[in-house]
Every structure is written in structure tokens, then in C-alpha cells.
């Protein structure tokens, strides 16, 4: 049995067990959570680890377990991992346990949410461990019908209602497009299967025609856009994670909302190569809608988690033109930003939980000198803050230069305008965030208000940092496994803009600096 299958399973297994649990029992039922996602995170650092020297089939996967559910149909529950996916199961992981250890807040009806995280959980990782459409998409919906019913019934603030009411059409509508093109998919591809290596394979030899190309591509893009809220389908996001419960919007923010761009990067552009480059420059500038537009949204935002969910929408936005420079340095830069951003956006929104829980307000105008109070809790909404900048030695830094250098080779004044968001607009609303919570003098009204005082209410928060600290300092750790696989995506794709990638063996962000610098002095030089 695959490690993989452990890796979603156990939330899923603790999920059932709890059903079972008298609903007394309150410290039992989050020890089971805990336990259950501490596991699977630990058995994805295994896998991560054992990744490079692990075998690899002739699709190039890793891991793979492969057991027919209805052959009629070709739909088999099948599992595995490549350098595309094996970044987000570790990051959906780690995301999962350190949501169930800042889910302390959650007083009434404890057995139920920790069901729901657990289900949550579960598909979240099935999600990015399948390699079969049909539970690529069911894990995902698994995933996904959680999010409405705990916002509803655990949510906060007065929409809380109109959140929820407005996150499940947004996202039902996303999903079902989606699903229409996938059946399309299935049904044009002539393959009768489910599996997507036997689809690629399978569609490498069977080109899908131009036609059905052109009418798939957008239901992917737009349905699978939905979902990750390209602009101008984003306002479900802000409002839906200022309302969700800490440990909901973690999850969300941080993990499931990647599961439109892996989408978009495993099927839609291997699939349908043709369709996919006529598509790219129409996607590079609704993404600067995303970068742009909800940055300055952003930095009207008085309440802190409305700015958080807005600085979460705009960072969609570089993934976007990451995909859409369909070159390998943006590709591998889309992923590196994928991962980086589920790290942050579970920190932000942990650290906002802990403020709300501790002064009953995320509104910044009531607040402020909360750094004397909170050093450790302040240290690391700084560190939050600054690491959403794009500073160096954050992970978010590796993957935004990447994308920047990949874009420029294509859509040079959309990658001017994207930078200026990112160094500017992003700085401006991040550090006045900083100003105005932190610093200046402490509101009389929070004299109660408690660090972090012991070791496992700081675990959360120290494990996420240490993730975006790691893979900052250390981005080969992913570009490395990256690289090769999506270097084959792009040789499927065969897109003009493909030739010439620059691609090193040793592969880090000082490469790809040094690699693009070249590139772009080489082309001054040649320049009339």
C-alpha cells in the first residue's frame, strides 16, 4: 500500500472514529485531530525526504498505488507523486495539523467540527495525491462541502450568513464548470479512462482536435479560475475567510484554494496544449486584476482579516502569470509561489484567529501597541507581514522572483505592472497593517489580552514560519524535484516561448537570478 494512501487516510479514519466518541469527551476528540493530522504530517516529510531516491514509473510518478473501482467506466482509485504535486501533500499536511492546533477556539458543537476538519483534511490531501479525474474531483468536493456548513454554523460576524451563502454559489458554480469540462474530457478523448497518465499518454498519440480543444480550455480555465478566485471572480474569498472559523480559513486559504491551479497546470495545459496558448495572454491580464485591483483593496481594509483574504486573492495573481508564461522558469515559479502562499496564508490567518480570540476584534483601528503585550505572537505577525512583501529569505520571495523572470520573457509590461503591485502596493498595506496593530499606543480596553505562553500554542505558528524560512533559504529542496517534471508539461505544451527556457542543473533562486541576468544582458547586446 502506498504511503500515500496513510497520508489521506488516517484524517479520514480518525473522521469515522470520532462518530463514536461521547460528545463529552472533549479533550479526547482534539487529541484524535491532532494525532491524526500529526501523522500524516509526518508521513509526508518521510515521503518528501525519500522522494529523490524512490522509483519512478514510466510516466515518471512516484509512490503509486493503483486499485480498479469501475472498470467500465476506467475509474480506478489511484495515487501517486512528481515533483508537481509532492510540495503541495507536504504543504497540505503541515497546514492541517497546525489548523487542528489552533482550532482550541471552537466551544460548542466540538464533535462536529472536528469531523468536518478531519473529512476537510482527508480530501484536501486526495485531492493533490490523486492521478485519477474522477476522484481528483470527488476528493476535491470532499473537501469543499465542509468549508460552507463550517463557516455557517461556526463562522463569525454579522454576514456571517451572507459569506456562506455567497462562498457555496461562487465555488458550486466553479466546480460544476469544471466538471463540464472534464467530462468533455473524457467523453473526446476517446481513452474510456479516468487515469490521467493513461490520458496523457493517450492524448500525446491522439492530439484532441483544435475545436474541442477551444471549447474545454475556458470551461477548465474559468471553472478552475473560480475556485482559486481569478479576478473577476474573487469576491467570495475576502468576505468567506473573514467570516470562516481560524482552523476553516487556514485550510481553505492555504490548501484547497491550489487546487484550481494544479488543475489547471496537471490536466488543462498538458491536455490541451493548443487551446491553452491562446488562452495565456488573455489570463496574464486578468491576473494583474488579482495583483492590482485587490491590492489596492487591500489597503482600504480597516479589519485585518478582510486585508489578509485580499492579500491572499492578489498572491493568486502571480501564480496566474506564472501559468501564463508558459516557459519553464514561470511554470516552476507558479508552483514554488503555490506552496509558499499555503504556508503564509495559514500563518496570517492563524495569527488573526489568535488576536480575535484574545480582544474579540480584528478591526485595526481599535487596536494597536499590542507588541508589548504579544512579543511572541507580534514577532511573528511581522514576520507574516513581511514574508507577504516578498522579502528575501522567505519562500514567497523564491517563487515571486521565478515568476517575474518567466513572465518577463513574455509579457514584459504586465510583469512591470505585477512587480510594481508586489514591491509597492503589497508593502504599503502589509506594514501599515504592522503599524497599526503592533505598534503605537496600547488601547486601554486589552489589558487581558495573553501571549502565547507555553510551547504547543507556539508550535503552530513556529512549524509555518520554519516552513517559509526553510524553503527561503533552501528553495532546491522544491525547484529541484520541480524542475524536470515541469519541464515535460512544457515540452507538451510546445509552446514558442518554450525554446530557450533556462533550466541548470543546480537550480536555486541565485541560479535562476544569475541565469536571467545573462539572458537579459544577451539580449541587450543583440538588440538593434
Given at each position: 500500500?502506498?504511503?500515500?494512501?496513510?497520508?489521506?487516510?488516517?484524517?479520514?479514519?480518525?473522521a469515522?472514529?470520532?462518530?463514536?466518541?461521547?460528545r463529552?469527551?472533549?479533550?479526547?476528540?482534539?487529541?484524535?485531530?491532532?494525532?491524526?493530522?500529526?501523522?500524516?504530517?509526518?508521513?509526508?516529510?518521510?515521503?518528501?525526504?525519500?522522494?529523490?531516491?524512490?522509483?519512478?514509473?514510466?510516466?515518471?510518478?512516484?509512490?503509486?498505488?493503483?486499485?480498479?473501482?469501475?472498470?467500465?467506466?476506467?475509474?480506478?482509485?489511484?495515487?501517486?507523486?512528481?515533483?508537481?504535486?509532492?510540495?503541495?501533500?507536504?504543504?497540505?499536511?503541515?497546514?492541517?495539523?497546525?489548523?487542528?492546533?489552533?482550532?482550541?477556539?471552537?466551544?460548542?458543537?466540538?464533535?462536529?467540527?472536528?469531523?468536518?476538519?478531519?473529512?476537510?483534511?482527508?480530501?484536501?490531501?486526495?485531492?493533490?495525491?490523486?492521478?485519477?479525474?474522477?476522484?481528483?474531483?470527488?476528493?476535491?468536493?470532499?473537501a469543499?462541502?465542509?468549508?460552507?456548513?463550517?463557516?455557517?454554523?461556526?463562522?463569525?460576524?454579522?454576514?456571517?450568513?451572507?459569506?456562506?451563502?455567497q462562498?457555496?454559489?461562487?465555488?458550486?458554480?466553479?466546480?460544476?464548470?469544471?466538471?463540464?469540462?472534464?467530462?468533455?474530457?473524457?467523453?473526446?478523448?476517446?481513452?474510456?479512462?479516468?487515469?490521467?497518465?493513461?490520458?496523457?499518454?493517450?492524448?500525446?498519440?491522439?492530439?484532441?482536435?483544435?475545436?474541442?480543444q477551444?471549447?474545454?480550455?475556458?470551461?477548465?480555465?474559468?471553472?478552475?479560475?473560480?475556485?482559486?478566485?481569478?479576478?473577476?471572480?474573487?469576491?467570495?474569498?475576502?468576505?468567506?475567510?473573514?467570516?470562516?472559523?481560524?482552523?476553516?480559513?487556514?485550510?481553505?486559504?492555504g490548501?484547497?484554494?491550489?487546487?484550481?491551479?494544479?488543475?489547471?497546470?496537471?490536466?488543462?495545459?498538458?491536455?490541451?496544449?493548443?487551446?491553452?496558448?491562446?488562452?495565456?495572454?488573455?489570463?496574464?491580464?486578468?491576473?494583474?486584476?488579482?495583483?492590482?485591483?485587490?491590492?489596492?483593496?487591500?489597503?482600504?481594509?480597516?479589519?485585518?482579516?478582510?486585508?489578509?483574504?485580499?492579500?491572499?486573492?492578489?498572491?493568486?495573481?502571480?501564480?496566474?502569470?506564472?501559468?501564463?508564461?508558459?516557459?519553464?522558469?514561470?511554470?516552476?515559479?507558479?508552483?514554488?509561489?503555490?506552496?509558499?502562499?499555503?504556508?503564509?496564508?495559514?500563518?496570517?490567518?492563524?495569527?488573526?484567529?489568535?488576536?480575535?480570540?484574545?480582544?474579540?476584534?480584528?478591526?485595526?483601528?481599535q487596536?494597536?501597541?499590542?507588541l508589548?503585550?504579544?512579543?511572541?505572537?507580534?514577532?511573528?505577525?511581522?514576520?507574516?507581514?513581511?514574508?507577504?512583501?516578498?522579502?528575501?529569505?522567505?519562500?514567497?520571495?523564491?517563487?515571486?522572483?521565478?515568476?517575474?523572470?518567466?513572465?518577463?520573457?513574455?509579457?514584459?509590461?504586465?510583469?512591470?505592472?505585477a512587480?510594481?503591485?508586489?514591491?509597492?502596493?503589497?508593502?504599503?498595506y502589509?506594514?501599515?497593517?504592522?503599524?497599526?496593530?503592533?505598534?503605537?499606543?496600547?488601547?486601554?480596553?486589552?489589558?487581558?489580552?495573553?501571549?502565547?505562553?507555553?510551547?504547543?500554542?507556539k508550535?503552530?505558528?513556529?512549524?509555518?514560519?520554519?516552513?517559509?524560512?526553510?524553503?527561503?533559504?533552501?528553495?532546491?529542496?522544491?525547484?529541484d524535484?520541480?524542475?524536470?517534471?515541469?519541464?515535460?508539461?512544457?515540452?507538451?505544451?510546445?509552446?514558442?516561448?518554450?525554446?530557450?527556457?533556462?533550466?541548470?542543473?543546480?537550480?536555486?533562486?541565485?541560479a535562476?537570478?544569475?541565469?536571467?541576468?545573462?539572458?537579459l544582458?544577451?539580449?541587450?547586446?543583440?538588440?538593434?
Amino acid at each position: 500500500m502506498s504511503i500515500l494512501t496513510y497520508i489521506l487516510g488516517w484524517p479520514l479514519l480518525a473522521a469515522l472514529a470520532l462518530a463514536f466518541v461521547p460528545r463529552d469527551l472533549r479533550v479526547v476528540m482534539r487529541a484524535v485531530a491532532i494525532l491524526a493530522t500529526g501523522l500524516s504530517a509526518l508521513l509526508a516529510l518521510k515521503l518528501f525526504l525519500l522522494f529523490p531516491g524512490a522509483p519512478a514509473d514510466a510516466d515518471g510518478y512516484r509512490f503509486v498505488q493503483q486499485v480498479p473501482w469501475v472498470e467500465s467506466l476506467g475509474i480506478s482509485y489511484c495515487v501517486g507523486v512528481d515533483g508537481i504535486n509532492v510540495g503541495l501533500v507536504l504543504m497540505g499536511a503541515i497546514v492541517a495539523f497546525a489548523a487542528a492546533c489552533c482550532s482550541w477556539e471552537i466551544k460548542d458543537r466540538e464533535k462536529e467540527f472536528y469531523i468536518l476538519l478531519l473529512i476537510m483534511t482527508g480530501g484536501i490531501l486526495g485531492a493533490f495525491a490523486s492521478l485519477d479525474l474522477f476522484f481528483f474531483y470527488a476528493f476535491h468536493e470532499l473537501a469543499l462541502v465542509p468549508t460552507f456548513i463550517m463557516i455557517g454554523v461556526w463562522g463569525r460576524g454579522e454576514r456571517r450568513n451572507f459569506a456562506t451563502f455567497q462562498i457555496t454559489l461562487y465555488l458550486s458554480l466553479g466546480a460544476l464548470i469544471a466538471l463540464a469540462g472534464l467530462i468533455l474530457l473524457y467523453l473526446d478523448s476517446g481513452a474510456n479512462t479516468f487515469s490521467i497518465p493513461d490520458l496523457t499518454r493517450h492524448i500525446a498519440e491522439h492530439p484532441l482536435p483544435p475545436v474541442a480543444q477551444k471549447l474545454m480550455f475556458p470551461l477548465l480555465l474559468f471553472g478552475f479560475g473560480i475556485l482559486v478566485s481569478l479576478w473577476p471572480f474573487h469576491t467570495w474569498a475576502p468576505l468567506g475567510y473573514g467570516a470562516a472559523p481560524t482552523a476553516t480559513a487556514m485550510l481553505h486559504a492555504g490548501v484547497l484554494k491550489k487546487f484550481g491551479l494544479y488543475g489547471l497546470i496537471r490536466v488543462a495545459l498538458p491536455l490541451m496544449p493548443e487551446a491553452a496558448e491562446s488562452w495565456m495572454s488573455v489570463l496574464s491580464w486578468l491576473c494583474l486584476g488579482n495583483i492590482l485591483w485587490c491590492g489596492f483593496v487591500a489597503v482600504r481594509q480597516r479589519d485585518l482579516n478582510l486585508l489578509i483574504g485580499n492579500s491572499s486573492v492578489a498572491h493568486m495573481g502571480f501564480a496566474f502569470l506564472g501559468i501564463a508564461s508558459l516557459n519553464l522558469i514561470g511554470l516552476t515559479g507558479a508552483i514554488l509561489v503555490m506552496i509558499a502562499h499555503g504556508f503564509l496564508a495559514a500563518l496570517s490567518f492563524g495569527l488573526s484567529g489568535y488576536l480575535y480570540q484574545q480582544t474579540g476584534t480584528l478591526d485595526m483601528n481599535q487596536l494597536g501597541g499590542l507588541l508589548r503585550r504579544l512579543p511572541f505572537i507580534g514577532a511573528a505577525l511581522v514576520m507574516a507581514m513581511l514574508a507577504g512583501c516578498g522579502l528575501p529569505g522567505f519562500a514567497n520571495f523564491a517563487g515571486e522572483v521565478t515568476v517575474f523572470f518567466g513572465a518577463w520573457k513574455v509579457f514584459r509590461a504586465v510583469t512591470i505592472l505585477a512587480c510594481w503591485g508586489a514591491l509597492i502596493i503589497g508593502a504599503v498595506y502589509m506594514l501599515r497593517a504592522v503599524r497599526s496593530i503592533l505598534h503605537g499606543p496600547l488601547n486601554a480596553e486589552w489589558p487581558q489580552v495573553a501571549d502565547a505562553a507555553n510551547p504547543w500554542r507556539k508550535l503552530p505558528f513556529a512549524l509555518l514560519l520554519a516552513s517559509l524560512l526553510v524553503f527561503g533559504f533552501f528553495p532546491r529542496l522544491l525547484s529541484d524535484k520541480i524542475t524536470p517534471d515541469a519541464e515535460r508539461i512544457i515540452e507538451r505544451v510546445d509552446s514558442p516561448y518554450g525554446n530557450g527556457n533556462v533550466c541548470l542543473p543546480g537550480y536555486d533562486g541565485a541560479a535562476v537570478l544569475t541565469a536571467a541576468a545573462l539572458e537579459l544582458r544577451v539580449e541587450t547586446d543583440h538588440s538593434p
